[in-house]
């Protein structure tokens, strides 16, 4: 999750006790923040709240998404001089961190998860937008160049990430990576691993780590941008470095500990 505190901590304003106060706005449930074809200046990170993404389609308003703390939008506006592209209207109370294009650098600076987050929204809409030129001109998929969606298969040996409270039980998957993190309406990303119910402090990052197999073994490495750390039985991991796990070790991401099962012999 973006630390919106971090974001500015030696950002403009950084002195004093409350060092993003100034950038703080509030909005009452039920306002618009802004409007469709609106030009902006502003983007918006969401410090307490809910916001609705809305857009005119075909004559009717449809919710686009739904953000909550952490999440941001309106981004558009600052990386180009353009319209919006959507309405944003506050669910609930608000409040927001408003950045304009004097502060956008710094909170870029401050804070890698924001840009990587930011990047892969971008490079979503750039596949949405393909997809949708390639459904214009009337392009056949054939069914093999269809993505196969990874399944898990939650038979009693595989290898699981256990919680113990709540009590929760999530299989890794036999092929590829297994990654461990937050939904996030943002970028349209669910994690194969998703802490979300088990995490209402929200200290694990939407890409938290990733869990893979390499011949018998299994490894945890960080990602990019962690805020509040990925630990085994107790020792902090360094971001992009793959640490072996066996069954019965700990792993917790931000405040969330679970236990790693592997395979019966």
Excluded: W
Aim: charge should be negative; charged fraction near 25%; proline fraction near 5%.
């Amino acid at each position: 999750m973006a630390n919106v505190k971090a974001v500015f901590k030696s950002g403009p304003g950084g002195g004093g006790k409350n060092p993003y106060e100034k950038f703080l706005v509030s909005h009452l449930m039920g306002e618009i923040l802004f409007s469709e074809g609106d030009i902006g200046t502003d983007m918006f990170i969401i410090q307490s709240g809910t916001v609705e993404l809305l857009k005119a389609i075909g004559g009717e308003t449809r919710v686009l998404a739904t953000l909550e703390k952490g999440d941001f939008f309106g981004e558009m506006s600052v990386l180009e001089d353009v319209p919006r592209s959507a309405s944003a209207r506050a669910k609930t109370d608000v409040e927001l961190v408003r950045i304009n294009g004097a502060t956008f650098d710094a909170m870029l600076r401050s804070n890698t998860e924001i840009a990587v987050r930011m990047m892969r929204k971008l490079s979503r809409r750039l596949r949405e937008v393909t997809a949708l030129l390639e459904d214009a001109v009337g392009r056949q998929v054939h069914e093999e160049e269809k993505p196969v969606p990874r399944r898990v298969e939650p038979e009693r040996n595989a290898c699981r990430l256990v919680c113990e409270d709540p009590a929760a039980e999530f299989f890794l998957n036999r092929e590829g990576d297994t990654l461990v993190g937050r939904s996030d309406p943002v970028t349209g990303i669910t994690p194969d691993v998703d802490l979300t119910p088990l995490d209402p402090q929200r200290s694990t990052s939407r890409r938290h780590a990733k869990l893979y197999q390499m011949s018998d073994t299994y490894y945890v490495m960080e990602e990019i941008g962690v805020m509040n750390g990925t630990y085994v039985n107790g020792n902090r991991l360094t971001t992009g470095v793959p640490i072996a796990v066996q069954g019965g070790d700990v792993l917790k991401f931000g405040l969330v500990s679970m236990t790693f099962h592997a395979p019966e012999s």
